[in-house]
Nanobody, 117 residues
Framework: QVQPAESGGGVVQAGDSLTLSCSVS?????????VAWYRQAPGKEREVIGT????????HYADSMRGRFTIYRNYHENRAWLHMNGLKPEEPTIYYC?????????WGKGTQVTVSS
């Protein structure tokens, strides 16, 4: 059983940066995990932001997301992170962390980010 847990969302001003974190509730990441970040605004399609492998830290970004988002992980904190730059006003968006382990993808409940004008 794998339960991703996101944190770090909130209300920020346009142009701000924000870092979200993802941990494994009641557990830890393991070497073969792949972590992915997604975002979804109400009524809109879910978008993949990018992925990172836990062991090697190999990153893979969606082309549309490259440049504004940085994904990384920290072994000491046992967390994966999503750093966002230059946030723009838009519908409140929920950011999700997923963990793929043994060919199964587990979803967190999400953390909401709202960017004010």
């Amino acid at each position: 059983q794998v339960q991703p847990a996101e944190s770090g969302g909130g209300v920020v001003q346009a142009g701000d940066s924000l870092t979200l974190s993802c941990s494994v509730s009641g557990g830890t990441f393991v070497g073969d995990d792949m972590v992915a970040w997604y975002r979804q605004a109400p009524g809109k399609e879910r978008e993949v932001i990018g992925t990172i492998t836990w062991d090697a830290g190999s990153r893979h970004y969606a082309d549309s997301m490259r440049g504004r988002f940085t994904i990384y992980r920290n072994y000491h904190e046992n967390r994966a992170w999503l750093h966002m730059n230059g946030l723009k006003p838009e519908e409140p968006t929920i950011y999700y962390c997923t963990i793929q382990r043994d060919a199964v993808v587990y979803w967190g409940k999400g953390t909401q980010v709202t960017v004010s004008s």
